[in-house]
């Protein structure tokens, strides 16, 4: 699974204990494994810091380098 560290903060959805959603920033430096990637919504499932996170695919690829390649 492709690996991408942050270069910049970028935006992100998780969900908590109790299924609410929280919208937060994803730290410089922070590395986040593509689970499943969407060309219709534009959005990327992943994993960052052991939890599940949403970000649009177009900010990892333009604010995040590419550090292992790998299908989504």
């Given amino acids: ?3 991408y560290h942050l270069r910049e903060d970028i935006p ?3 969900y908590d204990a109790d299924g609410k959603v929280k919208v937060f920033k994803l ?3 922070a590395v986040v494994t593509v689970e499943i990637a969407s060309q219709e919504t534009g959005l990327v499932d992943g994993v ?3 939890r599940t996170v949403s ?3 177009q900010d990892l690829t ?3 380098e590419l550090v292992r390649k790998g299908a989504a």
């Fill in 48 to 50: 960052w810091d052991g």
């Fill in 12 to 14: 992100a959805v998780s």
């Fill in 27 to 29: 730290p410089v430096g």
């Fill in 55 to 57: 970000v649009f695919a």
């Fill in 62 to 64: 333009t604010r995040g």
């Fill in 1 to 3: 699974m492709p690996q």
